[in-house]
């Protein structure tokens, strides 16, 4: 089992509130919108210390955090200034404990391992974001975006299945599943991103496992 820890940084009172409700097994940490910057800094640091002591004890953690870019946002401010500031307003320094943050993920060969799963925001009309994201982008193992139409249109998870997915999955399926997860995809890929969710939603509902929801799904007829 793995322990969980939910970090939220810069949140609303009310959200922290329900994730605490809502995931009662989780450990819930927290640093409100209401505090300084210096406080989302401190909490974010006690928690991946505290992390780092439960995966050397041989634990398997794992750490939501939401949001990198809401962290990335307090280091900005609260680090002293550098006299190098990047387009968007965000300090050079600044950067650089985020990435520490993240890139602490870890599986250790003779302990337990680290997972840190983050959100970032994208499409929020400020530059700030969009040069956090970009630092950000590509760095993880999986990248699972959301897709603001989707959800506008009240289709949960609104998964953007195109722009979505997982470096060396090869790694991780045998051959044969492998070649029938390409073979979703383009059958995905043949469809509008809503129709494309549709299908991928109402097959897991009756299918009982991955590989006879691949099987299953790669039956669908594929279209160039």
């Given at each position: 089992d793995s322990h969980v820890?939910?970090?939220?940084?810069?949140?609303?009172?009310?959200?922290?509130?329900?994730?605490?409700?809502?995931?009662?097994?989780?450990e819930v940490v927290y640093s409100?919108?209401?505090?300084?910057?210096?406080?989302?800094?401190q909490v974010t640091?006690?928690?991946?210390e505290?992390?780092?002591?439960?995966?050397?004890?041989?634990?398997?953690?794992?750490?939501?955090?939401?949001?990198?870019?809401?962290?990335?946002r307090a280091y900005?401010?609260?680090?002293?200034?550098?006299?190098?500031?990047?387009?968007?307003?965000?300090?050079?320094?600044?950067?650089?404990?985020p990435k520490r943050f993240f890139g602490a993920a870890?599986?250790?060969?003779?302990?337990?391992?680290?997972?840190?799963?983050?959100?970032?925001?994208?499409?929020?009309?400020?530059?700030?974001d969009e040069v956090i994201f970009e630092e950000f982008k590509g760095t993880g193992n999986w990248e699972i975006r959301l897709d603001r139409a989707l959800s506008e249109k009240r289709m949960f998870p609104a998964l953007?299945?195109?722009?979505?997915?997982t470096r060396k999955e090869e790694r991780l399926m045998p051959a044969e599943e492998l070649a029938l997860a390409w073979r979703l995809r383009r059958v995905l890929h043949a469809?509008?991103?809503?129709?494309?969710?549709?299908?991928?939603?109402?097959?897991?509902?009756v299918t009982k496992s991955n590989e006879q929801f691949l099987r299953e799904i790669s039956k669908a007829p594929v279209s160039d």
């Open positions: 820890i939910i970090l939220l940084v810069d949140e609303r009172p009310e959200e922290v509130t329900d994730w605490q409700r809502t995931v009662a097994a989780a409100t919108f209401d505090k300084p910057a210096d406080q989302h800094t640091e006690l928690v991946l505290r992390a780092k002591r439960l995966v050397e004890q041989g634990k398997d953690v794992v750490i939501l955090l939401d949001s990198i870019t809401r962290l990335a900005n401010l609260a680090a002293p200034a550098s006299g190098r500031i990047l387009s968007g307003g965000v300090d050079s320094t600044a950067l650089y404990p870890r599986n250790l060969e003779e302990g337990g391992s680290l997972t840190i799963i983050a959100s970032a925001l994208v499409e929020t009309g400020s530059r700030m953007n299945i195109e722009a979505s997915g469809l509008d991103p809503g129709a494309s969710l549709e299908l991928l939603i109402d097959k897991m509902r």
